[in-house]
C-alpha cells in the first residue's frame, strides 16, 4: 500500500497535537493547575455533579478526572494513547481527504 507523505504528515501533526490539546481545552474550561476556576464551566460542571451525588463528587466521575488532568497532567500511558488515537484520527482523515 502506498502512504503519501502528507497522510504521514497528517498522522504525525496528529499524535504531537492530541496530547498538547486535551490539557489546554481543560485548562480553557476551567480545570486549572490550583483547581476548579470560579465562575468557570467547570465549576458550574462540579456544582451540578455535586449535586446530583448528594454533596460530594464522585471519585472517577467526568469532573473528578477533569481536575486530576488540570492539577497533574496526563500520565505518560494516557498520553501515548492520545497520542496513537490522534495520530490515526488525523490520518485516517487525511487519507480519505487525500
Not at 472517577?60 to 477533569?66: C, D, F, K
Request: aromatic fraction near 6%; avoid cysteine.
Amino acid at each position: 500500500m502506498f502512504v503519501s507523505v502528507s497522510w504521514a504528515a497528517a498522522a504525525v501533526i496528529g499524535g504531537v497535537a492530541a496530547p498538547l490539546a486535551v490539557p489546554a481545552v481543560l485548562g480553557a474550561v476551567g480545570f486549572t493547575s490550583v483547581g476548579i476556576a470560579a465562575g468557570s464551566y467547570a465549576a458550574g460542571w462540579m456544582s451540578a455533579a455535586a449535586i446530583a451525588n448528594g454533596g460530594g463528587v464522585a471519585a472517577g466521575s467526568l469532573v473528578a478526572i477533569g481536575q486530576s488532568v488540570g492539577m497533574a497532567g496526563l500520565s505518560t500511558g494516557v498520553t501515548a494513547a492520545l497520542g496513537g488515537a490522534g495520530a490515526a484520527a488525523s490520518g485516517a482523515v487525511a487519507a480519505i481527504l487525500i
